[in-house]
């Protein structure tokens, strides 16, 4: 392990200088002011980038007596290497644009400025309040790999077992945030040269200061001249995206950016501190999944927020609430466990290979329900499968059987997987017997494998594609699922599925909102109005449109004695909106009294029509309802 440098007194720690040298003078005068001496000062990387002053800004760190770890930008300079070396996907906007920052800097810098870099660290080893820290730019082994916020604990888990230390200060991300992973300190100190993405024209940096029982972590703003910087860019002749992001606060392109912090986008950063105690339990680091303490940011809810949704007939401020009718139960739900082959990272209801909130239904009890509908003549034709991953369910291709026996068309949501391919014989007969009348939905949240992984893991999109391709060529009557999450133009993403599926021969048309149905994020921190009764009309909705106007869900929730239905397929843990065990009991009308109600239903345009009620239900294995683009609708 590398001898570690101890800390008394607090240390200001700051990333990504980038060329900007207008911040970089701002740093290092807040470092003077604050009295902390250049060797308690740490930057994480990437001296050089976007801005337009490479040379001075090398120079202006190396004066300063600070330390700094090597970046990947740095790294790439002094190999000579033509590229910068971020990790950018090939074709991005982040990998064009970088081409002429880049080139900027390699065309300056001499070859002392290169053998500097050449010589900085990979990697520093820090004491600090009795805790070891390491600091790295981006993971502990891969120089450009981004950690963010929303990365998943485990990975993190396995980053901080690599390093072998109680906790690491990462950089190259650009998003400062300071999380607890399983008792281990992960903390990104953000970057001083570009704002955070966060709609200011601030950066960021930090101060850790040991205290009598932990390390206290602030998050502090950096102002600085941001218009001269932006305006040296510009006589540069370096990429306009660069130089209006200084001044805008908004990157020039989503690329890099998991979904959560896409959707934080234009946010404001809030200054605050964390507290990292010694008490803090050091998780073995061999934990699957170690519990994420998320210290900062924090977006706190408005107050107004807060009252919200809270009495099922009055909304906040008086007005009676919204509600909704069974017009008839046109589609029939059944969530067949929540048990999944996969953690997806965003899936609503949160399933995974433990999660068994909600269990396996049985055949019988699936027959109970169907028995209810034949006998009271309910006029159903559909009945839709969800889960959790269905085939997984031991009981699943008799349920369909029964379903399609009986004369209903059935819609399975499924990942397309193992669990699927290994009922292969069992799906081909059904479809033989039932034709078109059997209709599966494969959830592929993107067309490319990236993105898809990034959601639900690694290895799962070959398998899901293979899944597709095999149930096309069975002649399998076929939708896809897939997500807008990360903030692409809905015609490309469609664009792109559709060379997917023309490269692998899947029928299905991408154009086609019925056929590939795109999917709106959940953003529980989002806010939404209330739905009244005089919303109908203002609005020019009707409710009928709404989900719970034609259908219901049937859920078993764990040691309960018998299943019971709920209101819709985005509700299911919420008691409020569990209606009875019979179909009969569920009849009623439904309070909108759910974020979701608003923000999904009536604002977005959720039904389980997707447009036509002809159609089958555009309900996605995460659970949204959705018209093909109600992203567009939302307030
Ligand atoms: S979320 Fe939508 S479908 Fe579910 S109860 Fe609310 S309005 Fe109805």
């Not at 008799?398 to 069992?426: E, I, Q, Y």
């Not at 039904?607 to 036509?612: L, R």
């Amino acid at each position: 392990m590398n001898p570690a440098t101890r800390y008394e007194r607090t240390v200001l720690v700051f990333g990504g200088p980038y060329s900007n040298l207008e911040a970089t003078r701002a740093l290092l005068d807040q470092a003077r002011r604050l009295e902390i001496a250049p060797d308690h000062v740490i930057c994480t990387g990437d001296v050089v980038a976007y801005g337009a002053d490479p040379v001075a800004t090398v120079e202006l760190i190396r004066r300063s007596g600070v330390r700094v770890v090597r970046g990947n930008c740095e790294q790439s300079l002094a190999a000579g290497i033509s590229d910068c070396g971020c990790g950018f996907s090939p074709g991005s906007a982040c990998d064009r644009l970088s081409a002429a920052w880049f080139a900027h800097a390699d065309r300056h810098l001499d070859e002392d400025a290169r053998a500097w870099m050449a010589g900085l660290p990979s990697r520093l080893d820090i004491e600090i309040g009795g805790r070891r820290l390491a600091v790295v730019h981006g993971g502990t082994e891969t120089v450009n790999r981004f950690i963010f916020a929303s990365t998943a604990s485990r990975e993190k888990q396995r980053e901080l077992a690599l390093a072998g230390t109680d906790g690491l200060i990462g950089g190259h991300c650009g998003i400062p945030f300071t999380q607890i992973v399983g008792g281990r300190l992960w903390h990104n100190a953000g970057a001083i040269g570009l704002p955070a993405h966060d709609g200011t024209t601030r950066s960021w940096y930090s101060l850790l200061t040991p205290e009598g029982d932990g390390i206290r972590i602030e998050h502090r703003a950096l102002e600085y001249d941001h218009a001269s910087a932006a305006r040296a860019m510009r006589d540069a002749g370096l990429p306009e995206g660069y130089a209006a992001a200084l001044e805008t606060g908004i990157w020039p392109s989503c690329d890099v950016l998991p979904a959560r912090e896409i959707a934080q986008a234009g946010r404001p950063l809030v200054p605050g501190q964390a507290f990292w105690p010694h008490s803090a339990e050091l998780a073995p680091s061999r934990r699957r999944e170690p519990a994420v303490d998320h210290l900062w940011p924090a977006f706190p809810k408005a107050e107004a927020e807060r009252h919200k949704f809270r009495d099922p007939d009055f909304t906040a401020d008086g007005h009676p609430r919204g509600r909704v009718g069974l017009r008839q139960l046109e589609t029939l739900w059944f969530n067949t466990g929540t048990l999944c082959n996969l953690t997806c990272r965003n899936c609503y209801i949160e399933s995974s290979p433990r999660n068994d909130r909600l269990v396996y239904l049985t055949r019988a009890e699936v027959a109970g329900y169907l028995d209810e509908i034949e006998r009271n003549r309910l006029g159903t034709s559909e009945i839709g499968f969800t889960g959790g991953e269905p085939f997984l369910n031991p009981e699943m291709i008799g349920m369909l059987d029964d379903v399609l026996s009986r004369g209903f068309r059935a819609l399975v949501l499924t990942n397309a997987m193992r669990p699927m391919m290994r009922h292969g014989k069992a799906l081909l007969a059904l479809r033989e017997r039932h034709g078109g009348r059997l209709a599966m939905r494969v959830s592929l949240d993107h067309f490319s494998a990236r993105r898809h992984e990034e959601e639900r893991g690694p290895r799962t999109y070959r398998p899901t594609l293979d899944g597709l391709v095999w149930l096309a060529r069975n002649g399998f009557e076929l939708s896809v699922a897939g997500r807008t999450m990360w903030g692409e133009d809905l015609d490309e993403e469609r664009d792109g599925y559709a060379r997917l599926f023309e490269e692998h021969g899947i029928q299905v048309d991408a154009h086609d909102g019925a056929r590939l149905i795109l999917f709106p994020e959940m953003d529980p921190d989002a806010e939404v109005p209330e739905i009244t009764t005089g919303c109908w009309s203002i609005l020019g909705k009707n409710p009928e449109d709404m989900m719970c106007a034609s259908s219901r869900m049937v859920v078993k929730r764990k040691g309960a004695e018998r299943p019971s239905v709920v209101a819709c397929t985005l509700l299911p843990y919420e008691p409020a909106f569990e209606l009875g065990t019979t179909l009969e009991e569920a009849s009623g009308s439904v309070a909108l009294n759910h974020r979701h109600c608003a923000k999904f239903c009536v604002l977005g345009g959720a039904s389980c029509s997707a447009g036509d009620r002809a159609t089958k239900p555009a309900v996605g294995k995460n659970g949204v309802a959705a018209t093909p683009d109600p992203a567009e609708a939302l307030v």
